[in-house]
């Protein structure tokens, strides 16, 4: 298994909010994550970086994950210790208070993969016969467009398109959205936060992922693709490759 990730301040942001990374158990089975801060007095990088470190931390010390009934109960554990831990520090910080962040998580196998998330960070999968988005934005838009309120293309320009309806940490409880699928040999895992998805469509990232396997170099051409259409949001992302034929070791980040 291969995977990169990037994160960018893109360019109009003063400071990156986005946190993520790449964790190994030590067993072949890696962690992604990719969180974007938000809200509180700038203080959108501390919820997205607690995020980051509560679960690596919790990761560390887990040598196997089994089954995907195990590894789903893991993650929605880690995601509610996780909302209570950034809830509490926005209570008691007040430059924190009103502080969250969206968050996309994948727990790695090489059998399945188990993918946790809460707000508008997303989760892809790509392989020779199709590019899907596995998870569902809990975002205002597509809340209009799954009601027939507004089109797909008409989301993509709405003005509150960035308002989300679900955040970790801005609540005293919050329901995660959990699912595990299969994946083969040479198969892609794009997880990545909005400031990607709103400059990329859907058919380009496709196009993108299936032009090479360097993914580092294709991650670094969507970061670069985002900032040259505006790049008014950061922008992260993880890129994740199934290949059981190459010898494992811990992944470049």
Same mark, same amino acid.
Request: hydrophobic content about 30%; aromatic content about 6%; charged content about 25%.
């Given at each position: 298994?291969?995977?990169?990730?990037? /994160?960018?301040?893109?360019?109009?942001?003063?400071?990156?909010?986005?946190? +993520?990374?790449?964790?190994?158990?030590?067993?072949?089975?890696?962690?992604?994550? &990719?969180?974007?801060?938000? +809200?509180?007095?700038?203080?959108?990088?501390?919820?997205?970086?607690?995020?980051?470190?509560? &679960?690596?931390?919790? *990761?560390?010390? &887990?040598?196997?994950?089994?089954?995907?009934?195990? /590894?789903?109960? *893991?993650?929605?554990?880690?995601?509610?210790?996780?909302? /209570?831990?950034?809830?509490?520090?926005?209570?008691?910080?007040?430059?924190?208070?009103?502080?969250?962040?969206?968050?996309?998580?994948?727990?790695?196998?090489?059998?399945?993969?188990?993918?946790?998330?809460?707000?508008? $960070?997303?989760?892809?999968?790509?392989?020779?016969?199709?590019?899907?988005?596995?998870t569902e934005d809990h975002s205002l838009v597509n809340a209009l467009v799954q009601s027939g309120q507004i089109s797909k293309e008409d989301a993509l320009q709405?003005?509150?398109?960035?308002?989300?309806?679900?955040?970790?940490?801005? $609540?005293?409880?919050?329901?995660?959205?959990?699912?595990?699928?299969? *994946?083969?040999?040479?198969?892609?895992?794009?997880?990545?936060?909005?400031?990607?998805?709103?400059?990329?469509?859907?058919?380009?990232?496709?196009?993108?992922?299936? $032009? /090479?396997?360097?993914?580092e170099g294709v991650g670094k051409l969507l970061v670069d693709l985002a900032n040259e259409r505006g790049g008014e949001d950061n922008v992260s992302l993880i &890129?994740?490759?199934?290949?059981?034929?190459?010898?494992?070791?811990?992944?470049?980040?």
């Open positions: 298994m291969e995977g990169h990730f990037l /994160t960018d301040r893109g360019q109009v942001r003063s400071h990156n909010e986005d946190s +993520g990374g790449i964790f190994s158990n030590g067993n072949g089975q890696y962690l992604a994550i &990719i969180a974007d801060g938000m +809200g509180g007095h700038q203080a959108g990088d501390v919820a997205s970086e607690m995020a980051t470190s509560i &679960i690596e931390e919790k *990761w560390r010390k &887990i040598e196997k994950l089994l089954s995907p009934e195990e /590894t789903e109960e *893991w993650l929605k554990n880690a995601l509610l210790e996780m909302n /209570t831990s950034i809830y509490q520090h926005s209570l008691e910080k007040e430059e924190c208070q009103g502080m969250g962040t969206t968050i996309v998580v994948a727990v790695c196998t090489e059998e399945f993969i188990s993918v946790a998330h809460i707000g508008d $960070s997303r989760c892809y999968l790509y392989n020779d016969f199709s590019f899907k988005q596995i709405h003005p509150r398109k960035n308002v989300v309806l679900r955040a970790l940490g801005t $609540s005293e409880t919050v329901e995660p959205d959990i699912q595990t699928i299969n *994946w083969e040999d040479g198969d892609k895992l794009l997880l990545c936060s909005d400031g990607l998805t709103d400059k990329v469509r859907d058919h380009e990232l496709a196009e993108y992922l299936k $032009s /090479t396997n360097d993914i &890129i994740l490759q199934h290949e059981t034929s190459v010898e494992e070791g811990e992944p470049s980040c």
